[in-house]
T-cell receptor, first 111, second 116 residues
Framework: GESVGLHLPTLSVQEGDNSIINCAYS??????FIWYKQESGKGPQFIID?????DKRQGQRVTVLLNKTVKHLSLQIAATQPGDSAVYFC??????????FGKGTHLIIQP | GAVVSQHPSRVICKSGTSVKIECRSL??????MFWYRQFPKKSLMLMAT?????????EQGVEKDKFLINHASLTLSTLTVTSAHPEDSSFYIC????????????FGSGTQLSVL
């Protein structure tokens, strides 16, 4: 399948600020997207998902935006906390190829 | 979401030995489990799809004889790294899908394998 990529490998934000992590995908047939958080030495943890028939979905302190026109996915984290430090992966599901993961963005929280 | 238990979390072994990693779905029966491999600061690479009661489906480039997968029950899949070598050192993670949509993946805590 086609790969999902990320714009930035590392994102540094001040504690309390909002974080925006971006993801570009290339498979126009993908109809389902997920964001995962992975802390060092642990398995990925599900954060939030969105289907292609939506353009926005909100969770607790997180919002995922989907722009199908430009094939762009973003994760917004409100009031970033130290515990948000992790690597964030986007993943897409396009047909029978299963989930394809992006390269990951390392979110660093500065005090 | 599904609860996935993976064991061991870390293993160090000598070159040439075999290592078995267990993945258990604790709260529902998983007919399909997935095994991923992850190198430092890299993304997850799907190795194989483990199917209960049948042979695993391996991704291109993954050696079937090197990475033996057994899915003997609906709650347990094992990955055995046979005759391990230093280049097999990696972080191995299993996952199960969220039935019945079969979309969302829930991951185990991962196993860090270090081959000396």
């Amino acid at each position: 399948g086609e790969s999902v990529g990320l714009h930035l490998p590392t994102l540094s934000v001040q504690e309390g600020d909002n974080s925006i992590i971006n993801c570009a995908y290339s498979n126009s047939a993908s109809d389902y997207f997920i964001w995962y958080k992975q802390e060092s030495g642990k398995g990925p943890q599900f954060i939030i998902d969105i289907r292609s028939n939506m353009d926005k979905r909100q969770g607790q302190r997180v919002t995922v935006l989907l722009n199908k026109t430009v094939k762009h996915l973003s994760l917004q984290i409100a009031a970033t906390q130290p515990g948000d430090s992790a690597v964030y992966f986007c993943a897409e599901r396009g047909g029978a190829d299963g989930l394809t993961f992006g390269k990951g963005t390392h979110l660093i929280i500065q005090p | 979401g599904a609860v996935v238990s993976q064991h061991p979390s870390r293993v160090i072994c000598k070159s040439g030995t075999s290592v078995k990693i267990e993945c258990r779905s604790l709260d529902f029966q998983a007919t399909t489990m997935f095994w991923y491999r992850q190198f430092p600061k890299k993304s997850l690479m799907l190795m194989a799809t483990s199917n209960e009661g049948s042979k695993a489906t391996y991704e291109q480039g993954v050696e079937k004889d090197k990475f033996l997968i057994n899915h003997a029950s609906l709650t347990l899949s094992t990955l055995t790294v046979t005759s391990a070598h230093p280049e097999d050192s990696s972080f191995y993670i299993c996952s199960v899908t969220d039935a019945p949509t079969n979309e969302k993946l829930f991951f185990g805590s991962g196993t860090q394998l270090s081959v000396l």
